[in-house]
């Protein structure tokens, strides 16, 4: 049984596409976050929401959008796709947000290539 | 703004040697969280320190937290192949209210057999 999955796990489109990705979780948790990871691996934060609430908002272009539709799902949409969007994009969950001392639990990822 | 910071970047070495990587805060953390991320993965959490200088082993790896709570060390004792990958140190931003966590920049193994 997979804890977070995502769809889809390979994205590849042209600039200036409208893409989105999904995600979702069985953990029963709180909280999901949305994560991008570059080519040299760092790993940072976009978004995370808490019971569907948005509590976690990066410096992101607002060319991407979450949403959040009940607290299993965070789904990422990603307008006018541009070459440096390309990365490998995680989603995580944990219990809760509190404290900053759950475990977080990470999706598959997406590797999205902008061509 | 918060930074945490990891070196090496990069540890090459020949099975059965050891391995460290070092964590560093720039700021007092409630607590550490420890990943592993193999190649073409997902990081997968290790371990959480708390208390100021806890040690925790699993198996070979050796977990610690410093004095000062802002600094933290992992130590993989006689390398295995199994052990390739990248790992993380993450601490909790500010007051860590939001679960927002840092990562460091990662320091990824490889281990020649």
């Known amino acids: 049984d997979t804890a977070v999955s995502q769809t889809p796990k390979y994205l590849v489109t042209q600039m200036g596409n409208d893409k989105s990705i999904k995600c979702e979780q069985n953990?029963?948790?709180?909280?999901m976050y949305w994560y991008k990871q570059d080519s040299k691996k760092f790993l940072k934060i976009m978004f995370s929401y808490n019971n569907k609430e948005l509590i976690i908002n990066e410096t992101v272009p607002n060319r991407f959008s979450p949403k959040s539709p009940d607290k299993a799902h965070l789904n990422l949409h990603i307008n006018s796709l541009e070459l440096g969007d390309s990365a490998v994009y995680f989603c995580?969950?944990?219990?809760?947000?509190?404290?900053?001392?759950?475990?977080?639990?990470f999706g598959p990822g997406t590797r999205l290539t902008v061509l | 703004g918060q930074q945490v910071m990891q070196i090496p970047q990069y540890q090459h070495v020949q099975e059965g040697e050891d391995f460290t990587t070092y964590c560093n805060s720039s700021?007092?953390?409630?607590?550490i969280q420890w990943y592993k991320q193999r190649p073409g993965g997902h990081p997968v959490f290790l371990i959480q320190?708390?208390?100021?200088?806890e040690v925790k082993k699993q198996k070979r790896l050796t977990f610690q937290f410093g004095e000062a709570k802002k600094n933290s060390s992992l130590h993989i004792t006689a390398t295995q192949t199994t052990d390739v990958g990248t790992y993380f140190c993450?601490?909790?931003?500010?007051?860590?209210?939001?679960?927002?966590?840092?990562f460091g920049q990662g320091t990824t193994l490889q281990v020649k057999p």
């Open positions: 993450a601490g909790p931003s500010g007051s860590g209210n939001t679960g927002k966590l840092i």
């Open positions: 320190l708390v208390k100021s200088g």
């Open positions: 995580a969950s944990s219990r809760r947000r509190a404290g900053g001392k759950d475990t977080q639990y």
């Open positions: 700021t007092t953390l409630s607590n």
């Open positions: 953990l029963g948790h709180d909280t």
